[in-house]
């Protein structure tokens, strides 16, 4: 098995180069925007390319796996099973790519019997290639990275997405847990890129991400979440508090337990106070 996954690694790394490229090359020119849910859920002719590219070449190296990439698959998300999986965002940030705000990336992961086992997010434009492989620690352009030490909201960087405050019948519940988290963190970002703002925990420079809307779905968290606990963070469940499944992208990525668990209490005390 293990050699197998080498094969595996070796050709996904080859393959995140060239999708990487297509992104690069593409992010200070002009793109075909289309709205998919709404003018902030966004696809640009770049993102079906990039995908095609590296389902594409995926499919013909290894005609038995399966596939979960955010614009192939549709509206419900097929069931994860035993089979090598491929999960795959072609362009991450999309809305930065379109701005040309450098933090956009490409993803792929690979989980095998329900557990990722490679974790590749690459941004080409600040040249970071983040990769895990499980058991084998995390690492950024192949220096080994960890996770921050800070053991207190208090004294940490937080990032969140805030994109459940336009859908109607979630907006009172996100402003109060935007709210209560603001009050107590050290500071606040919202960068718009689920996987790399999940790197940036694994690589220190973050302490905690609470990262869930609409829009947001397994291939944002899969691969980084391998990142995250390989580099010695955690990644939970947001209402469970417990280790995340991936199927289920309501995720709190973070350097540790007390800090995630911190997250899980004051966003479960913001909701009981709207109802
Ligand atoms: C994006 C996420 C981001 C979120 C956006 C969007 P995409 O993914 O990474 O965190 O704020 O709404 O879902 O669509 O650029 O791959």
Redesign the pocket.
């Known amino acids: 098995a293990r050699y197998a996954e080498d094969v595996y690694y070796e050709f996904a790394i080859k393959l995140t180069h060239d999708a990487a490229q297509i992104l690069k090359a593409a992010i200070n020119g002009a793109k075909k925007v289309d709205e998919?849910l709404g003018n902030?859920?966004?696809?640009t002719e770049y993102?079906r390319k990039i995908e095609d590219v590296v389902i594409g070449q995926l499919k013909a190296k290894f005609p038995n796996h399966r596939f979960i990439g955010?614009e192939s698959t549709g509206k419900e998300l097929p069931e994860l099973t035993d089979d090598p999986t491929w999960i795959i965002?072609p362009?991450?940030?999309?809305?930065?790519?379109i701005h040309g705000f450098p933090h956009?990336c490409v993803v792929i992961g690979l989980s095998i019997k329900k557990e990722m086992v490679i974790g590749i997010v690459y941004n080409p434009v600040l040249e970071q290639l983040f990769t895990a492989r499980r058991g084998r620690g995390a690492f950024l352009n192949n220096k080994p990275i960890k996770v921050s030490n800070v053991q207190d909201l208090s004294k940490a960087l937080v990032c969140m997405?805030?994109?459940f405050i336009k859908v109607d019948h979630m907006r009172e519940k996100t402003i109060e847990r935007i709210r209560a988290i603001v009050l107590e963190a050290q500071g606040i970002r919202?960068?718009?890129?689920?996987?790399?703002?999940l790197c940036y925990v694994a690589m220190g420079i973050v302490e905690a991400y609470y990262?869930e809307?609409?829009?947001?779905?397994t291939?944002?968290i899969a691969a980084a979440s391998l990142i995250i606990s390989e580099a010695g963070g955690v990644v939970v469940d947001r209402e469970t508090g417990e280790k995340i499944n991936i199927m289920k992208p309501r995720a709190i990525g973070a350097c540790n337990e007390k800090i995630a668990n911190k997250l899980v209490e004051l966003i479960r005390e913001a909701d009981q106070r709207v109802k």
């Not at 919202?190 to 703002?197: E, I, P």
């Open positions: 998919k902030w859920d966004l696809v993102d955010e965002d362009i991450d940030g999309t809305t930065n790519f956009t997405e805030s994109g919202t960068l718009g890129v689920a996987a790399l703002t990262i809307g609409p829009g947001i779905s291939w944002d």
